[in-house]
């Protein structure tokens, strides 16, 4: 029922939940997972696995939170039996589409892992093969396995898997494995040893959603999963969660609680050009296109006339089959890569131009139709209805209005710009979160941060991606930190730590009058556009600075939350007010332009000159910003760092998998 | 008879990211306990559907619809300026969500 129906008929509604406020509740623990999303229950599973207790803490409902809640497509860039391509081999890809400023580190235990992940995700129930032989004999399936491949049908490095299934079998399997899972509980903070940032990590606070319950968490290892942070340069207050890949509960909390515990980070300066966010998208994977999803299907313009598909030589490909190849001479197709070792078939890359010329009538349709059969079916009913956010809003949706995609052509809003994907109007109007690598949390190869005992997974991590990389490191970071809660004694928590952080928390809730959280958000938003925008200087990024440091002063203490939810956007709010600081000293270390960050200064045009081809870190010592570098092959030899440090898992597992190895 | 006008702010937009049937919504809830945003909470009187409290934070997600025990007692609602079109290719003609 709407609530202005609920309103007219009888009044406004208490608010329906148990207001509790000032009760506090401790619970002891070897391991807290916090977040609840896909690396968050791996974690979780994986440590309990080991026999520790564990506690799993998530703002939402751990059955469907997080950006692979709604469900997943494809398991990309996997070595597996059936595939000839090396770890090292993928690790490159991303190196190459980075420009070099990729987490090799993460993404290397991921190449190793997330094949034996696959397959444990099946034995929870997860669907990853065509059991129903609904594709028997397509080019894209392994009849002896029923695995289907995606993007590449030679080499098959990419899976498509149902994903819509994955949630609820991995919440099942960390209730199965007896981990506690506190849904509706937002982390607030971390706890240090002797409540001194920069030591040892013991535990975190967290408050109920709907009570307004605090809760401390004590733990001798923490596991944080908290994705990325989005709405830094773009806040629609009515529309939050129109055009993202990522639920809006991804505020960047623990990039900003893990920073203000002394946790040190890199990549905070990376930007990126996007629709996504900006309130003026359409519903993901919604509308005509020839990407992810929808690959590789034909796109024809307004009078039939079908635009053509290329290699990465620009030779025009005459059947659908060769979208889904290499080129001559090209070993193997990469997720979405546009270096030129790994690129993809792709509309001709001259296509804003030539609709400009004419050659070309808009709009733009997606034409299922001419696909063969198999082709046709995989995507409309299976990527589309197993990706996030595609069964209900879209597959359901458009069958119901009556779309047919064997009669029908969907049309396509991405071109009537005259750049593809990239129509936001401003280039101040960026993204930092909301899609591709981003800048995250630093850590040694136990996915240990910088802080003992907080370990860290998934989009957490800096220039992280994917829903398989989530699960392996998930699940990598959860046995590290049980391992590592093994062998530690418990340690105190600080009375003065949680009353300083209740102080905090509870500060805006007695306020009558003054700003909600939106209005917090928006303002923020405008700072980053105006003072951290596109190109940056100096000059305005020290004015970004002040401003953050008066809102902060000035309209911060005005914040009202006047029930639980709004208090937890509240401080999901100064979360990213926290983030957008980081960011701002970030941009101001970086003396340097880089368009692989899509980080340009009008005071330092050189892109990437000699000595700034490097990571930047940023991290608080004694309240004080530090910023200092990493090397860009900061992780050292991927295969000794990886295999000297897992000895016991290669042995058990018999795999972190080598091409060719023979479990299917 | 008339429906009495009462002083209301405007709507927020859009406003029904969720529309429940009445007639098949039993009010289990179940929806309200899966919504990853939590913008969904239990109607005053038991057994009937769940009030939108917060109808801008929907993602658009339709965790409710996929979680709903009754086919059709909910229903996920495009917002307007996000719906698409598409044409029949052997007729030209034109469709829309």
Same mark, same amino acid.
């Given at each position: ?363 733009? #349709? *997606?034409?299922? $139709? ?5 082709? &046709?079916?995989? %995507?409309?009913?299976?990527?589309? @209805?197993?990706? !996030? ?94 391992? #590592? *809660?093994?062998? $530690? ?5 600080? &009375?003065?730590? %949680?009353?300083?952080?209740?102080? @905090?928390?509870? !500060? ?157 | ?97």
């Amino acid at each position: 029922m709407d609530w202005n129906e609920l309103v007219e008929t009888q009044g406004i509604p208490k608010w329906p939940y148990p207001i509790r406020y000032g009760h506090e509740k401790e619970i002891s623990t070897d391991v807290v997972v916090l977040g609840g999303g896909i690396a968050g229950c791996w974690a979780a599973i994986s440590a309990a696995r080991k026999g520790v207790k564990v506690a799993l803490i998530e703002k939402g409902a751990t059955i469907r939170s997080g950006g692979g809640g709604p469900g997943c497509d494809h398991w990309v860039l996997t070595p597996n039996p059936l595939s000839e391509i090396t770890a090292e081999e993928v690790v490159d890809t991303e190196f190459q589409e980075t420009g070099g400023y990729t987490n090799a580190l993460s993404r290397y235990i991921a190449a190793r892992e997330s094949y034996d992940t696959l397959l444990e995700l099946e034995k929870m129930g997860g669907k990853i093969r065509d059991e129903k032989d609904e594709f028997k004999g397509a080019q894209f399936r392994d009849e002896g396995t029923k695995f289907l491949f995606a993007y590449d049908y030679r080499n098959r490095l990419h899976f498509r898997v149902w994903g819509t299934t994955f949630k609820p079998a991995l919440y099942r399997e960390c209730r199965r494995a007896g981990v506690m899972v506190y849904d509706r509980a937002m982390v607030t903070s971390l706890l240090n040893e002797h409540g001194e940032q920069g030591r040892r990590v013991v535990g975190a606070t967290a408050i109920n959603v709907r009570t307004g319950e605090f809760f401390v968490f004590r733990a001798k290892a923490t596991v944080l999963c908290l994705s990325r942070p989005q709405r830094i340069w773009q806040f629609q207050t009515e529309r939050t969660g129109f055009d993202t890949l990522r639920p809006q509960t991804n505020t960047g909390d623990g990039h900003a609680i893990a920073f203000r515990a002394g946790a040190e980070f890199t990549l905070m300066e990376k930007s990126a050009f996007h629709i996504m966010g900006s309130g003026d998208g359409f519903p993901i994977y919604g509308q005509g296109n020839p990407f992810n999803t929808w690959h590789a299907c034909t796109i024809v313009d307004a009078r039939g006339k079908e635009v053509p598909w290329v290699d990465r030589d620009g030779n025009i490909l005459k059947t659908v089959r060769e979208r889904y190849l290499p080129a001559r001479g090209q070993k193997f197709l990469g997720e979405r890569s546009q270096a030129y070792a790994y690129r993809r078939p792709q509309l001709i890359p001259d296509l804003a131009e030539r609709i400009n010329k004419g050659e070309f009538t808009l709009p733009l #349709y *997606a034409d299922l $139709t001419s696909l063969p059969d198999e082709e &046709r079916r995989i %995507i409309w009913g299976m990527m589309v @209805r197993e990706e !996030g956010k595609t069964d209900v809003p879209i597959y359901r949706t458009y069958t119901r209005s009556g779309f047919q995609p064997e009669q029908d052509l969907l049309q396509s809003y991405l071109f009537l710009g005259s750049d593809p994907l990239r129509s936001p109007a401003l280039p101040q109007k960026r993204i930092f979160g909301e899609v591709g690598e981003c800048g995250g949390v630093v850590t040694d190869w136990d996915l240990q941060t910088t802080l003992e005992g907080l370990f860290a997974a998934g989009d957490q991590l800096f220039a992280s991606n994917y829903h398989h990389h989530a699960a392996a490191t998930g699940r990598y970071a959860g046995r590290k930190a049980a391992h #590592y *809660a093994l062998k $530690t004694r418990e340690s105190r928590v600080i &009375r003065k730590s %949680i009353e300083k952080e209740k102080e @905090r928390v509870f !500060g805006f809730i007695e306020r009558k009058e003054g700003i909600q959280w939106k209005e917090l958000n928006a303002a923020s938003s405008r700072i980053m556009q105006n003072y951290c925008g596109d190109p940056k200087n100096e000059e305005l990024l020290k004015i970004g600075v002040l401003w953050l440091e008066d809102i902060a002063a000035n309209e911060v203490p005005r914040l009202s939350a006047p029930d639980p939810h709004k208090l937890m956007r509240s401080l999901e709010v100064l979360n990213i007010l926290t983030c957008s600081e980081m960011i701002l000293h970030a941009c101001l270390a970086r003396k340097a332009s880089s368009p692989s960050l899509g980080f340009n200064r009008y005071d330092y045009p050189e892109k990437d000159p000699p000595g700034w081809h490097t990571f930047i870190t940023l991290r608080q010592e004694g309240g004080k910003i530090r910023t200092g570098r990493l090397p860009i092959d900061f992780y050292g030899s991927l295969k000794e760092n990886y295999e000297s440090r897992n000895k016991d898992y290669l042995l058990l597992s018999g795999s972190g998998r080598t091409p060719g190895s023979p479990r299917l | 008879m008339r429906k009495k006008i009462l002083a209301m702010p405007n709507a927020i937009t859009p406003n029904r990211p969720v529309i429940f049937d009445s007639g098949k919504c039993s009010g289990c809830n179940a929806c309200v306990e899966v919504c990853p945003m939590d913008l969904l909470i239990p109607h005053p009187q038991e057994g009937s559907p769940p009030v939108v409290l917060f109808p801008d934070e929907c993602w658009y997600c339709g965790s409710c619809v996929l979680h709903c025990p009754k086919k059709g007692a909910i229903t996920l609602n495009l917002p307007l300026i996000q719906r698409v079109r598409w044409k029949r290719k052997k007729t030209g003609e034109h469709f829309r969500v």
